[in-house]
């Protein structure tokens, strides 16, 4: 079976701090692909990455940046200089691809504080 | 790029009475479509697996007669919440894969906050 778990359930961070949001996955999957999604409060799920199991190259892209480290099943995330737009929950997910729906962790919410 | 719509985005209807949410990828054929239900301050949970034309594939745990799922085109798929309670008050959600499904493509639609009185 397939999990995602996201140990931070709340972050709270100032203003331009760095923060870093941990996802963890279990699979036995050898080709699966890991996402990540912001979800602010108005619901709709924000796409910001998706990675292939045989890509395990970090990222970035403006502020945002990946960290994948296949020896660690670990997928994290880390927002530079964090402003307060990026006040949202944040869901890292997991599929083994094909028709295969999403598996989500239970989210870490991100608190920007100006 | 890949465009879901769901619809109604909010839905406010009394006890005992049914709701439809549709959802419709825009601009690709769905061959597959997912329900999600996200309880507040809670992770998406998958509700069921709908493919077109045949019949849907529920998780353990929801009811198929409560929940009923058709996908009856490859760019339509209804989710009726029948005799709603106000414990089924939920933000329900769609996905939709596209016929490439080598690429993996999920779009989400933007969502259908349902509460029941």
């Known amino acids: 079976a397939q999990k995602v778990t996201q140990a931070q359930t709340e972050i709270s961070v100032v203003e331009k701090e760095d923060v870093t949001l941990d996802c963890v996955y279990e699979?036995?999957?050898?080709?699966?692909?890991l996402f990540w999604y912001k979800q602010p409060p108005s619901g709709e799920l924000v796409f910001l990455i998706r990675?292939?199991?045989?890509?395990?190259q970090n990222e970035i892209s403006g502020r945002y940046s990946w960290n994948f480290q296949k020896s660690t099943s670990s997928f994290n995330f880390t927002i530079t200089a964090s402003q307060v737009v990026d006040s949202a929950v944040y869901f890292c997910a997991l599929t083994g691809g094909g028709n295969t729906p999403l598996v989500f962790g239970k989210g870490t919410r991100l608190s920007v504080i100006a | 790029g890949a465009v879901v719509s769901q619809h109604p985005s909010w839905v406010i209807c009394k006890s005992g009475t049914s709701v439809k949410i549709e959802c419709r990828s825009l601009?690709?054929?769905?061959?597959?479509m997912f329900w999600y239900r996200q309880f507040p301050k809670q992770s998406l949970m998958l509700m069921a697996t709908s493919n077109e034309g045949s019949k849907a594939t529920y998780e353990q745990g929801v009811e198929k007669d409560k929940f009923l799922i058709n996908h009856a085109s490859l760019t339509l798929s209804t989710l009726t919440v029948t005799s709603a309670h106000p414990e089924d008050s939920s933000f329900y959600i769609c996905?939709?894969?596209?016929?490439?499904?080598?690429?993996?493509?999920?779009?989400f639609g933007a969502g259908s906050r349902l509460t029941v009185l």
């Open positions: 601009d690709f054929q769905a061959t597959t």
């Open positions: 699979t036995r999957d050898t080709t699966y692909y």
């Open positions: 990675r292939n199991s045989f890509d395990e």
């Open positions: 996905s939709a894969q596209g016929a490439d499904s080598g690429a993996n493509v999920l779009t």
